[in-house]
């Protein structure tokens, strides 16, 4: 190995190699205390080299560039006994950075441990990656942007349910915020707020009557942020600690509006304290927005798809849905082997008011009878107009004494006088009962079902109106 | 290694366990920036008498890349419940769980939410707020972790492997069971940037008064991650703990001072 020396012959002056080194060169003690530095380095820093030593290398490094020195740049020189190419920023005296790539040991000198650090200016690659960094941070936050509401449009536009719709809504905006937990609920027909999708934390612990997120912007038709615990205790006191119950620090809401009306709101709640800038609230808004649109679209058809199953007179079952669950009803009796009841209804009478009041007070009748019709039978029966005046009702686990029972009331509230009718016109229900149970031939159909409950019905018209048929199927 | 069969929690956490099978649990936790290594040195004292336990923090080391949900992992509660979820896998109880940096705070949340499972809490350079807020001082400003932040990319930049995603502006999921184990102190770029966010913009000032387990804080010198005073607000928030100033420097002690710190944990639990 004759390299050494031959260096030393062309190169007597082993200081001068030192301290004019084309990196810089940096020794210290293991808790990083600086014992040498050529000039190289100090002019670097933009210190005299003599004034370095006694320094701490991280004294030296911008505040960024010392916290990853702590947390990343000491362990791996600990653990592996170097580190390459680790990229710290040095803070001259007068404010400016000068941007470097460091190559350090760990190593024994006389039994004493010590770093020495190879120091490389990096301003050119740094600057190079800086443009990098900066046109990936803008392409990254607006191209984010796109991908969310490019996904969240196309999930809405699949969701053909409520529910379908607040779990894509949900699942979009705990992505986009990177929330702990994202929830939608949804305003029923009767005001009441429902969880449809996600998870809702300060639902499962907040005390009844306290505010929440959620609520707060249903009341007040707009989004509501609340950055921190201490935020939301002024927004509504009590809000932050029923926050922090439920191991959450911050949140914001929106109300998803039809027309000025709420109609749910959007809830991301994060355990740890958020800043909401103006570009994320408006994310946020955009995504509820569009999926208002939606949820508007979806509630339209399902009022739609329960028109079309619906009398649109009497506000009944329509013959079609009738069939639809005379069907299932069939199908569970011969599966669960239970009793049930098939009411055939035609009322006496009504050809008369119809000729003699005009056609309007028939409707109006119809109309009664049906409102009548509806405090009479339980809770699951089915009442549906076959047509004209018949009605049907499917009672389900009922033997033939409670069938009697439904039938009875039925023409007891069919006498009573009716708005619009003359007492000359009276009017009454004849009915016909098909009583079906475990010895039911499972080959029934339901035209069968009904053919022999309307035959039923026949004979009670045929034996003086105003009574009731059994026939066991 | 281990023949047995792991569990996913075990998995997912990469978790070890070593030591005497009788001894009481220690349960071993990295901050951010590293993984389980950062115990090297300092585990093996214990091996004779405590059953030893060390993990890495999904995102570091051998964990399961696959596992990191941002929304979970997006407060420090989401670590804390991998903690507690690896004590309940192991049946663990009365364990001393001994964590570093920001897995102190993962700890103190974790033994508010279920101090059964605890016997006592070491926090080793702890510091529930690093930004400084309404005059208490953390010995950081916003501006300073965005610095942090640039100094992640500068150097995570320089992988090869992760350049292109980075560049193109989206790393890709992780397969299942994809981890980093070809380097020390393995961390995912992607999942480390967003571990700084969580570790240095979180507030948990609050929770260190719900801890009822009996607590060391451990404090070194000029440590400019956690200075004093936020040893001393630690130590005084915590009802009934002992602040013991150490005289390693700097932020690592498990790495630069493992006989002084073995010897503070042995003087605590005796």
Known sequence: MPSLPDLAAEHPDYEDLFHNAPCGYVVTSPEWVISAANSTFATMVGAPASELAGRTFPDLLTTGSQLFHETRHVPVLRLQGRADEVALSLERADGTLVPTLVNSVLTTVDGTDEIRMAVFDSTGRRDYERDLLTARRAAESSETRVRVLQQASSAFALADTEEALADAIATAVRDAFTATHASVLLLDAQGELRLAAGVNQLRQTREPGVSSPSLEALRLKRTVTLPNPDHANSFVPGLGDALRAARLEAAIATPLLDKGEPTGVVVCHFGRQRNFDEGSVELFETLARQSSHVLARIRLQDQLTELALHDQLTGLANRKLLEERLNQ??????????AVAILFLDLDGFKVVNDQCGHAVGDSVLQQVSERLRHVVRAGDTIGRYGGDEFVIICDDTDGDAAMVIADRIRSVAREPLTGVPDSCPISASIGIALLGPSTNPAISSDNVLQLADAAMYTSKSEGKDRVTVVSV | MPTHQLTPVQQRNNV???GNPEGRPIVFAHGFGCSQEMWRAVAPFFENDYRVVAFDQVGAG?????????GKYDSLHGYADDVLEILEDLDLNDAVFVGH????????????RKPERFGALILVGPSPRYINTDGYVGG???????????ALDANYLGWSATMAPLIMGHSETPALGETLTDSFCSVDPTIARHFARVTFLSDNRRDLREVTTPTLVLQCQADIIAPLAVGQFVHEQIPGSTLVVMNARG???????????RDEINAFLA
Do not use: F, W
């Open chain 2, 16 to 18: 070890t366990v070593t």
């Open chain 2, 101 to 112: 940096s920001v897995s102190a705070m993962i700890g103190v949340l974790a033994a508010a």
């Open chain 2, 251 to 261: 932020h690592c002690p498990n790495l630069s001072a493992p006989d002084e710190l």
């Open chain 2, 62 to 70: 051998g964990s399961d890349l696959s596992a990191y949900d941002p």
């Open chain 2, 140 to 150: 950081y400003e916003q501006e300073d972790i965005d610095s942090l932040l640039d």
């Open chain 1, 329 to 338: 009803t069939l199908a569970a009796v011969i599966r669960k082997q239970r």
